[in-house]
């Protein structure tokens, strides 16, 4: 079974890694941020150096997206620069968002008028959406379905809260 077919069974070290990685930091580094890490898992230089073999394999264009957000990067994500303003206020509610991320808040922001929206809701479907891409991006199993995350952004755009 190739590597990528088998499923992560620390997926939140694994994401946290590859977030590290792709800011540059080295695996001995990664291994020391998340040892220490009281809410995550030890893990292996052997597993560590399986999951490099993955982020080195991962398409240069999906690297880009889960960098840090970068203003210069707009046409990459598909956004256009008259949103700006709003994303700059918007992308203060994160420290270091991601380019994916707040490509998924534009995104779910153009379904209907922002001052509609309750922000922790956009942010959380925005959060969900992203996650999703990551899992396929890796072929993981999904935490979400696509089925259900339209569910759910189609209930919120109808103003329909219930489950």
Request: charged letters at 30%.
């Amino acid at each position: 079974m190739d590597c990528l077919e088998q499923p992560i069974l620390l997926k939140k070290e694994f994401f946290f890694a590859w977030q590290e990685w792709l800011k540059g930091s080295s695996m001995p580094n990664i291994a020391e941020l998340i040892n220490q890490h009281t809410d995550f898992e030890n893990v292996s230089s052997q597993t560590l150096e399986q999951w490099k073999v993955l982020f080195d394999n991962t398409s240069m264009l999906d690297q880009e997206e889960d960098k840090v957000f970068r203003w210069d990067k707009l046409e990459q994500y598909k956004i256009p620069w008259k949103d700006s303003g709003f994303l700059l206020k918007i992308s203060q509610a994160y420290e270091n968002p991601s380019g994916r991320l707040i490509k998924w808040i534009w995104r779910l922001s153009q379904i209907k008028d922002i001052r509609e929206w309750d922000i922790e809701i956009l942010l959380g479907l925005a959060e969900k959406y992203t996650n999703h891409e990551r899992e396929l991006m890796f072929r993981q199993p999904v935490t979400d379905t696509i089925e259900g995350l339209n569910s759910e952004v189609s209930r919120e755009a109808l103003g329909d809260r219930s489950p």
